[in-house]
């Protein structure tokens, strides 16, 4: 945990769906995309159980088609997560998918097709309660300064407030919107103009962001910029891998970030010349046993006695190696000496007194 308290946040209109508040205050949000087959209501929904075993909020499935609203009124129905219909292309596939019980639909309006197309969407989106999010990509940008890569954060603002006023003008405010590129600094800028410009509720995303070692960084340096600017209400991290992936990380993110403190966050040095124990194992096995505890203390694992408590004095609790030995200390106090092989155990024990409110 940051000794820093996470920036004031960017004030946004709070939206909807179905049970989950996006903007508005409400914690950031977690959600990702299912990739089973959309005709695949099974594989579908164990998708989106293991995404929600994992801590996700809400869950996007492709609808590519009006014949694919059949399985995604199914989808919609077991799911126990609200349900995001993503529809590309066609309004009579939105139509069906808001028929279906979507939570909320995102589109983007620039392969829509015509604007009175759109409004018999907006009208349904709007008769049955639930919020659209515009989502507008830098791969799909219109706009006449779209070739030009300096202006393309301006670009996919200007096309991204040109679809809002059109909303507007129908009466429709129940919005949320994303703008994303394949680069986290493109991302980070487009964000930072469209904050300034309205206050809908915004989705952050780096998009096709590769594989996940490789997205997971691009992720943090686009979308963990904003968090740390205060902007973003619901973030997506976009890997080329299975749907639970992005949520772990997502939510490793949020933890990183200061917005999220569900379990305790473990902090351990890189280890040099004089670490006198195995400590990759000591906090491999440290990292893997405190998934189980919810309370939210920072705990320190650290490779020598000299320079570990001192370094790690914010921390909780900890254990700091040194002569074959590790020091088990509270608030960098020493409580007493263990073999390396004790020690784990020495720990968690004392965690589960804290747990127990015993000391
Ligand atoms: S805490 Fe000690 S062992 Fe770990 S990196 Fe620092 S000096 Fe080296």
């Not at 977690?30 to 959309?38: I, Y």
């Not at 609203?69 to 799911?79: P, T």
């Amino acid at each position: 945990m940051s000794i820093f308290p996470p920036p004031p946040r960017r004030q946004s209109n709070k939206i909807m769906v179905g049970r989950v508040a996006i903007g508005g205050g409400a914690p950031v949000s977690v959600q990702t995309m299912t990739n089973a087959p959309a005709d695949d209501p099974v594989g579908t929904l164990k998708q989106i159980c293991l995404a929600a075993d994992c801590g996700c909020d809400l869950i996007r499935c492709a609808v590519p088609s009006v014949r694919h609203a059949a399985v995604f009124a199914e989808v919609v129905r077991q799911s126990p997560l609200p349900v995001v219909a993503d529809i590309h292309f066609d309004c009579r596939i939105a139509l069906a998918a808001i028929k279906a019980g979507a939570h909320k639909i995102r589109i983007n309006p620039g392969n829509m097709g015509d604007w009175e197309a759109i409004a018999l969407v907006v009208q349904a989106a709007k008769d049955a309660g639930i919020p659209i999010r515009i989502g507008v990509n830098s791969g799909s940008i219109k706009h006449k300064n779209s070739n030009d890569a300096r202006t393309i954060p301006q670009a996919l603002c200007e096309e991204c407030i040109e679809y809002v006023a059109r909303f507007e003008d129908m009466g429709f405010r129940d919005l949320v919107l994303s703008l994303k590129t394949p680069d986290p600094l493109g991302t980070i800028a487009v964000n930072r103009l469209v904050a300034k410009q309205c206050s809908y509720p915004l989705h952050l995303g780096v998009t096709e962001a590769g594989p996940e070692e490789e997205a997971l960084l691009k992720s943090a340096i686009g979308i963990g910029a904003l968090l740390a600017d205060g902007i973003g209400d619901t973030i997506r991290l976009s890997f080329t891998a299975p749907p639970e992936r992005e949520v772990l990380a997502a939510k490793q993110l949020l933890r990183a970030a200061g917005l999220l403190r569900d379990h305790p966050v473990l902090i351990s040095c890189p280890t040099c010349g004089r670490t006198s124990v195995d400590l990759e194992k000591i906090v491999a096995e440290i990292n893997e046993k405190l998934r189980a505890f919810t309370l939210p203390i920072t705990v320190a694992v650290m490779g020598c006695e000299v320079n570990g408590p001192g370094e790690a004095k914010e921390a909780d609790i900890g254990l700091a190696a040194g002569a074959g030995r590790m020091t088990l200390f509270k608030k960098g106090m020493p409580q007493g000496t263990f073999a390396p092989d004790e020690a784990v155990a020495a720990l968690l024990a004392e965690i589960e007194r804290m747990v127990a409110g015993r000391h």
